[in-house]
């Protein structure tokens, strides 16, 4: 039979579950808004020619802008996802402790290669877009 945790315990696993749900959230609602922006910026150019055909060249502003955003946004992922990662060891360190499991350290993160991944493809396709507007109004 397991010890029962005293309040000091209790009241640390609560600041963690706590913590856990808030950088959770804040990973996925970062994602979306990064993607969101990257995206609008991305297709704004396509979606609306009469903007394009008025501002000329200075439209691949638009692309680039998307570009560095998708860029800073992977950066700040990065490091959103280090402070996730140590907040996620503990509280799967503690509910393996209070449910006697097995915890497979060799184990990856697939939360961590999931945001990490879409966010990469998200600079891929942005640096495609920002090489299409290259192609298509510097060429000589």
Not at 2 to 7: F, G, L, Y
Not at 21 to 27: E, G
Request: overall charge negative; glycine content about 4%.
């Amino acid at each position: 039979m397991k010890d029962i945790p005293n309040s000091n315990e209790i009241e640390f696993l609560k600041y963690l579950l706590e913590e856990y749900k808030y950088r959770h959230d804040l990973i996925w609602r970062l994602l979306f808004r990064f993607s969101e922006a990257i995206i609008l910026l991305g297709i704004i150019p396509y979606a609306y020619s009469e903007i394009a055909t008025k501002v000329g060249r200075w439209i691949i502003l638009l692309p680039l802008i998307a570009m560095i955003l998708s860029i800073i946004g992977f950066a700040w992922m990065k490091f959103e996802l280090e402070l996730f990662g140590f907040i996620d060891s503990k509280y799967n360190e503690h509910q393996s402790h209070m449910f006697n499991l097995e915890v497979d350290e060799n184990k990856p993160n697939t939360f961590r290669l999931a945001v990490l991944g879409y966010h990469s493809v998200l600079i891929l396709l942005t640096v495609a877009n920002v090489l299409f507007f290259i192609c298509a109004f510097y060429r000589p």
